[in-house]
T-cell receptor, first 116, second 112 residues
Framework: GAVVSQHPSRVICKSGTSVKIECRSL??????MFWYRQFPKKSLMLMAT?????????EQGVEKDKFLINHASLTLSTLTVTSAHPEDSSFYIC????????????FGEGSWLTVV | QQQVKQSPQSLIVQKGGISIINCAYE??????FPWYQQFPGKGPALLIA?????SEKKEGRFTISFNKSAKQFSLHIMDSQPGDSATYFC???????????FGAGTTVTVRA
């Protein structure tokens, strides 16, 4: 299957700082990528849809100024958690849509964020 | 409000047995139904997917059964192995936008 890579896989940051997570589609171009948040033993919660060359579309209740999403190229989307707080600690997962494979959605390996 | 209802929440099966996970949906506009397998600390991996124009799809030991009139679909894991122990998520997608609606997940434990 297609490969979606996330970096970093784990990151620890101090409260008040910002942290960036990258999502790359390695063997296909993705005009659409998605960012999810997952709490332990829970399902995936969609945060936003990232569209290449345009603004991201955020789900209801997700603070767009806190979770900045940039989709600057067809293979890269970034999620920046700004002014991080301990309650932002979570597992963040991205996915990408592969138009060449019937619009199949492939997920990255996830990024663990711990805010101390 | 969860658009895809998944059951059971967890199940235990003996090695060699059959694991069955069920999902139901309401939105008749959904036209793509994937299943994802997730191991602890990892991202979900696409396992198998089906579109509503077929009633069954099989890939190795994994089979999706789809009942369009009942708006239900299920995953069958045949000859379950300890390595299948994971959390399984069903999902549904409406063509435009491609946003996946996920079920709550089922934790499968296969005992050797």
């Amino acid at each position: 299957g297609a490969v979606v890579s996330q970096h970093p896989s784990r990151v620890i940051c101090k409260s008040g700082t910002s942290v960036k997570i990258e999502c790359r589609s390695l063997d296909f171009q993705a005009t659409t990528m998605f960012w999810y948040r997952q709490f332990p033993k829970k399902s995936l919660m969609l945060m936003a849809t990232s569209n290449e060359g345009s603004k991201a579309t955020y789900e209801q209740g997700v603070e767009k100024d806190k979770f900045l999403i940039n989709h600057a190229s067809l293979t890269l989307s970034t999620l920046t958690v700004t002014s991080a707080h301990p309650e932002d600690s979570s597992f963040y997962i991205c996915s990408a849509r592969d138009q060449t494979r019937g619009n199949t959605i492939y997920f990255g390996e996830g990024s663990w964020l711990t805010v101390v | 409000q969860q658009q895809v209802k998944q059951s059971p929440q967890s199940l235990i099966v003996q090695k060699g047995g059959i694991s069955i996970i069920n999902c139901a949906y309401e939105n008749t506009a959904f036209d793509y139904f994937p299943w994802y397998q997730q191991f602890p600390g990892k991202g979900p991996a696409l396992l198998i997917a089906i579109r509503p124009d077929v009633s069954e799809k099989k890939e190795g030991r994994f089979t999706i059964s789809f009942n369009k009139s009942a708006k239900q679909f299920s995953l069958h894991i045949m000859d379950s192995q300890p390595g299948d122990s994971a959390t399984y998520f069903c999902a549904a997608n409406q063509g435009r936008g491609y946003k996946l609606s996920f079920g709550a997940g089922t934790t499968v434990t296969v005992r050797a």
